[in-house]
């Protein structure tokens, strides 16, 4: 039996002018910040419209406050129901038009309603080397095994707990008397670049995925 044609994906770019990008986040927003820092500089060819948050208050919404990016903040409430939850989302993100959305340490599985609309152009960033360690606790899980080198990895969501098509990953050392603390800094430190750098490769060139491999086409 012939294996099934690939599906191949294609991204931006595919309008004029600078990628729009909506960046999730949920926290401290490091990795946000890399993100408006580049978009700051010339030829970067993408720029963050929104900055979206399940969380009120945090440090990330403050950062896109200051960088004059619009926010918004869509909670999940405990109880509540988590397809309109995500329907809810979809709608807050697709108001800003983004040709790509950006996962920058949200964390909240997106559903079927958003990847219907922004699959294939969502990526997400997680402190581990996938599909080693997925989940909530990456470094922890990564230290507890006892690899000695973890690190960072950009991919595209689909419907699964960090199994997307991998787009680009960077390994730092474990140290003999890391923490989780700061083995999770130290990644941080690389997971940032790769995030700012895969942005750009997919606001400006043309790419595909076939068979789970992104290929740079221009
Ligand atoms: C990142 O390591 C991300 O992968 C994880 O949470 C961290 C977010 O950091 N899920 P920050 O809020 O951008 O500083």
């Not at 909506?22 to 419209?49: E, K, M, W, Y």
Request: aromatic share 4%; hydrophobic share 45%.
């Amino acid at each position: 039996m012939p294996e099934p044609a690939p599906t191949p994906t294609t991204g931006p770019p595919s309008a004029d002018g600078p990628a729009r990008v909506v960046v999730l986040i949920s926290g401290t927003g490091t990795l946000l910040q890399a993100l408006l820092d580049a978009c700051a500089g010339p030829g970067f060819g993408a720029q963050v419209v929104a900055v979206g948050s399940d969380r009120p208050g945090v440090a990330g919404l403050a950062r896109a406050e200051a960088a004059g990016v619009p926010t918004f903040v869509h909670p999940l409430s405990p109880g509540a129901d988590r397809a309109a939850w995500d329907a809810g989302l979809r709608d807050r993100v697709a108001a800003h038009a983004p040709d790509l959305v950006v996962s920058a340490g949200f964390m909240k599985l997106v559903g079927p309603a958003f990847l219907a609309a922004f699959g294939g152009r969502t990526l997400n960033t997680h402190p581990a080397l996938l599909p080693a360690f997925p989940g909530m606790h990456g470094p922890r899980d990564a230290l507890a095994h006892g690899v000695k080198v973890a690190g960072a990895t950009v991919f595209l969501v689909d419907e699964g707990v960090d199994t997307g098509v991998i787009l680009d990953q960077a390994a730092v050392r474990v140290h003999d008397d890391d923490t989780v603390a700061s083995l999770h800094e130290r990644i941080k430190v690389v997971e940032r670049d790769l995030l700012v750098s895969t942005t750009h490769q997919l606001a400006t060139r043309t790419w595909q995925v076939v068979d789970r491999k992104v290929r740079w086409d221009s």
